[in-house]
């Protein structure tokens, strides 16, 4: 990670210890750790939520609530995008898939089969009862898979990797594991009697790598397969996205699709 200017550096107890003193109450269960001083942790709805309305102030416009059903094709274009239960047609001059492990399905009848699997992740947030004892910095737990973080008044545990398609229901066994390791952890943060649990479907890819760039089809594009680190890409795909759809080479030196 180093050798790509990745500043991560080995700190021992005492210096995890300085740096999140909320470590202290599970301090015999590890020895040392990494440190990113350049990581940061958000609220990812928030931040898109309000990207939503700094581009709507630009003039974008947003159609929320609808299900794109099927893409229509004429030769290598797409000449329109069908809607559930619209009969009528929406045109565009480009367009882009990006509908993460959704992706595949709405593709597959246009002939292109991209590798892009869905791997369900779950989380617990739980109410903060004591922010002494809850972590300020957002601590990544290798061994068990798992990511603990502090959003405003509540904490999240988020993690787990479950292969079983497109079913997004809950499993009590994984539900029951995110709440056991933050109980582990950090026993007196929150109130892990009271979690709210969800799940959802990261797109995932056997390189780990995202699909973005140009299709067979002239005027379709993807911007998809980003895996766990769909927020952390997802501002610098989009440019790369922007300026090929827009005839330029993008800025980064990146493999892009041309599926």
């Not at 200017?5 to 210096?15: C, F, K, L």
């Not at 974008?60 to 009969?87: C, D, H, M, P, Y």
């Not at 895996?227 to 080479?249: N, P």
Request: hydrophobic share 40%; glycine share 10%; net charge positive.
């Amino acid at each position: 990670i180093t050798r790509h200017g990745y500043a991560r550096t080995r700190v021992s107890q005492a210096e995890a210890l300085a740096l999140e003193p909320a470590l202290a109450a599970s301090q015999s269960l590890w020895i040392g750790a990494t440190y990113t001083q350049g990581d940061g942790s958000g609220d990812a709805k928030l931040w898109t939520q309000t990207l939503a309305e700094l581009c709507q102030a630009q003039g974008v416009s947003f159609r929320f609530n609808e299900t794109v059903q099927r893409l229509i094709t004429n030769g290598k274009r797409v000449t329109g995008i069908g809607l559930a239960g619209q009969s009528t047609l929406l045109e565009a001059d480009a367009v882009v898939v990006a509908l993460g492990s959704y992706s595949a399905p709405l593709l597959r009848p246009l002939g292109l089969k991209i590798p892009v699997y869905p791997v369900k992740g779950y989380s617990a947030t739980v109410p903060i009862l004591d922010p002494t004892a809850t972590p300020k910095v957002s601590i990544t737990d290798d061994a068990h898979k798992m990511v603990f973080t502090r959003m405003g008044n509540e904490f999240r545990i988020a993690g787990t990797a479950e292969f079983n398609g497109y079913d997004t229901t809950l499993s009590a066994t994984r539900c029951d594991a995110l709440l056991a390791r933050a109980k582990a952890l950090f026993p007196k943060a929150a109130d892990y009697s009271n979690p709210t649990f969800w799940t959802g479907l990261r797109p995932a890819t056997p390189s780990n790598c995202p699909l973005i760039g140009r299709t067979r089809m002239a005027n379709l594009f993807l911007n998809t397969g980003h895996g766990t680190l769909g927020w952390t890409t997802g501002c610098g795909s989009g440019k790369a996205l922007a300026e090929i759809v827009s005839g330029q080479k993008p800025e980064v030196d990146f493999s892009f699709s041309g599926l």
